[in-house]
């Protein structure tokens, strides 16, 4: 079946530190990626997304994410955490074909001063 | 540009009332996607529009729940009757042309409670 896991429900990082956010896809063939960020009361803002080519994909916000296909990992990063990072993020995966979006279930980040 | 309007932001309900939310989304975008979002989870897509059409609507609750989008612009999500389960953020989405890979713009959210 065809799922979006996300292993980390919650992760404390100081501010400074690097931060790495894990997700994992089961599809036939390699979807298309997101992540999205979502801040207390708000709604989701997509962070990057990946469609083929290169790899590494650059995003807003200083996030950056990293495919591997063999592993079927997407995992988001950031070498400098800021205190407004804090909020919950999401990993999505459209499926190309049914052009539907499935969400991880995600992970809350707490930034510690 | 203006973003995906939601109204109300919050609102609270006993069960088997009846409630409706509203979507206002991104001028000219042709898709507009209902999802939930139970707490500790991901948005669950209920029903995509295209235009005024129908393209999925496999997660609706049918029996409670119904979605209209007239005139191809904005859209009305109802629940009727409520149960306690069906508290959760309700979040609109449209994207452009409802096409692989597009990005999907987010509304704030109505955050339902149901007692």
């Known amino acids: 079946a065809q799922s979006v896991t996300q292993p980390d429900i919650h992760i404390t990082v100081s501010e400074g530190a690097s931060l790495e956010l894990r997700c994992n896809y089961s599809y036939g063939a390699t979807p298309y990626l997101f992540w999205y960020v979502q801040s207390p009361g708000q709604g989701l803002q997509l962070l990057l997304k990946y469609f083929s080519g290169d790899t590494l994909v650059q995003g807003i916000k200083g996030f950056e994410a990293e495919f591997k296909r063999s592993q079927s990992s997407f995992n988001l990063r950031k070498p400098s955490v800021h205190w407004s990072d804090a909020a919950e993020y999401f990993c999505?995966?459209?499926?190309?074909?049914?052009?539907?979006?499935?969400f991880g279930a995600g992970t809350t980040v707490t930034v510690r001063a | 540009e203006a973003g995906v309007a939601q109204s109300p932001r919050y609102k609270i309900i006993e069960k088997r009332q009846s409630v409706a939310f509203w979507c206002n989304p991104i001028s000219g975008h042709a898709t507009l996607y209902w999802y939930q979002q139970i707490l500790g989870q991901g948005p669950k897509l209920l029903i995509q529009f295209q235009n005024n059409g129908v393209v999925d609507d496999s997660q609706l609750p049918k029996d409670r729940f119904s979605a209209e989008r007239l005139k191809g612009v904005d859209s009305t999500l109802k629940i009727q009757p409520a149960k306690l389960e069906d508290s959760a953020v309700y979040l609109c989405a449209s994207s452009p042309r409802g096409q692989g890979g597009e990005t999907q713009y987010f509304g704030p959210g109505t955050r339902l409670l149901v007692l």
């Open positions: 999505a995966v459209d499926g190309r074909g049914d052009y539907k979006l499935s």
